[in-house]
């Protein structure tokens, strides 16, 4: 009974702290605050239900979705092919191999926090944010804002954001988020990589 009681405090205090939802009626059924995640002082919100989610900002999830699921965008996985098909052209069969490696082990075993800070870019969103659009010039700010927050809200939001996309398992989670320090070392290193064919192109163009 007590912890009853404690618990609904403790809820009916939490959202003293967000700032009133402005929206219209029919709205507040399918809008709720994310608890405890504010960007520069801004509360985000999310889609209640999945279901709801306009389409435009769905097939941004989407997208990012399959990001998050392969660790790489697929302008990444073309930019990888194309320097591979290069290499093979070059006869560097020692580069060819590399890169493989590379984008096989980018795929399998790696987590992209970049494609996290996007998910988050849009899944949530501020009050005054045209819900049912989507606007890159915006998901560029609120990505820029996740990656300014100190380490133990950083933790807090991709533990919360992976609830949200239906992570709901707490060794899963915190597998993904042992990993992400992990594979911050190895995607820099993928990423520099690349950044040697391009500048091996350069150089011969």
Known sequence: MLKRLITKLINWLERLTYEPLTVDNANKKLIVPVRGIMIEGRQLYRYKNDLDIPIKRKVAISGAHKWFGASISVDKVVEFLNQILAANNDHDASRVG???????????????????????????????????????????????????????????????????????????????LSNLSKSKVKLMAYRQLLSEGLSRKNSTD
């Open 98 to 176: 590399l890169l493989a490696y590379g984008l096989k082990d980018m795929i399998t075993t790696c987590t992209d926090d970049e494609a996290l800070y996007r998910m988050g870019g849009v899944m949530y969103f501020f009050k005054d944010e045209d819900h049912a659009q989507f606007d890159n010039d915006i998901l560029l700010e609120k990505v820029r804002a996740f990656k300014q927050l100190p380490d133990h809200q950083r933790d807090f939001f991709f533990s919360t954001l992976l609830k949200h996309m239906g992570v709901s398992n707490d060794t899963s989670t915190k597998a993904i």
